[in-house]
């Protein structure tokens, strides 16, 4: 108690000491200075960050960027050659349908009750009277 006691009483003492112009000057010079490790490290962190940012800003835009239109390019390719694959094929309607594909037990609760969810017109064909 006692020992609280006296810190109460000597902080303003304190703090009027700290605020006096000698300490001040003293303990801004310490801060300013470049011959603290802190500030050396700091301008170190400073500068490897700068470098690094550099770094990933070129990889993004000479690597990245040239990759993802090679990419893009590649899949419009792809895709194309797909539709042209279907193309050869004979039409939906005289396709045969097999009784494994397009299984219902009961209807579906929206549009006809035939069609899923995802049913593609394009894509998809069901004839419930041509299985074989």
């Not at 490290?41 to 500068?47: I, L």
């Not at 390719?77 to 039409?91: A, D, R, Y």
């Not at 397009?102 to 049913?119: A, S, V, Y």
Request: with cysteine.
């Amino acid at each position: 108690m006692v020992f609280q006691r006296q810190i109460l009483r000597a902080t303003p003492r304190l703090a009027a000491q700290l605020r006096a112009p000698a300490v001040r000057n003293t303990i801004q010079r310490r801060l300013a200075s470049t011959e603290n490790q802190f500030i050396k490290e700091r301008e170190a962190v400073k500068h490897h960050a700068a470098g690094t940012t550099e770094l990933w800003r070129k990889i993004s835009i000479y690597t990245v960027l040239p990759c993802l239109i090679l990419a893009g390019a590649n899949a419009y390719n792809l895709w194309t050659e797909h539709w042209e694959h279907w193309s050869h094929l004979p039409p939906l309607e005289e396709r045969v349908e097999y009784p494994y594909q397009n299984i219902r037990t009961k209807n579906f609760p929206w549009g006809n009750g035939d069609e899923t969810l995802f049913w593609n017109k394009d894509v998809n064909y069901h004839n419930k009277d041509k299985t074989t």
